[in-house]
Nanobody, 119 residues
Framework: QMQFVESGGGSVQPGGSLRLSCTASGFLFSAYTMGWYRQAPGKQRELAARINPGNVIEYADSVKGRFTISRDNAKQSVTLQMSDLKPEDTAVYYC?????????????WGQGTQVTVSS
């Protein structure tokens, strides 16, 4: 069955850095767009960054220049390097796997990891 192992969340002061990792199994990783989404308290879940099977990357405007997403298909992992963190980056970060196929979208989520940015 599908499984996501997320790691790297924690607490950091403003201006600090964190590295989130997600290792997945149970599906054809290389065929999926892998992404990191985040949800702050009282807000809707939103995209932080995603990378498709062709390594085309999309970032939310709020994280451009500060976050870097990468994938390693051999290790079935996706990483989000976050730097210059701001209090508004505080959220639960979720690993996501998405694939659009004929007739159905395949959309899977990890359990989430907390990132807290506070002085």
């Amino acid at each position: 069955q599908m499984q996501f192992v997320e790691s790297g969340g924690g607490s950091v002061q403003p201006g600090g850095s964190l590295r989130l990792s997600c290792t997945a199994s149970g599906f054809l990783f290389s065929a999926y767009t892998m992404g990191w989404y985040r949800q702050a308290p009282g807000k809707q879940r939103e995209l932080a960054a995603r990378i498709n099977p062709g390594n085309v990357i999309e970032y939310a405007d709020s994280v451009k220049g500060r976050f870097t997403i990468s994938r390693d298909n051999a290790k079935q992992s996706v990483t989000l390097q976050m730097s210059d963190l701001k209090p508004e980056d505080t959220a639960v970060y979720y690993c996501n796997a998405f694939r659009a196929t004929i007739g159905i979208n395949l959309d899977y989520w990890g359990q989430g990891t907390q990132v807290t940015v506070s002085s």
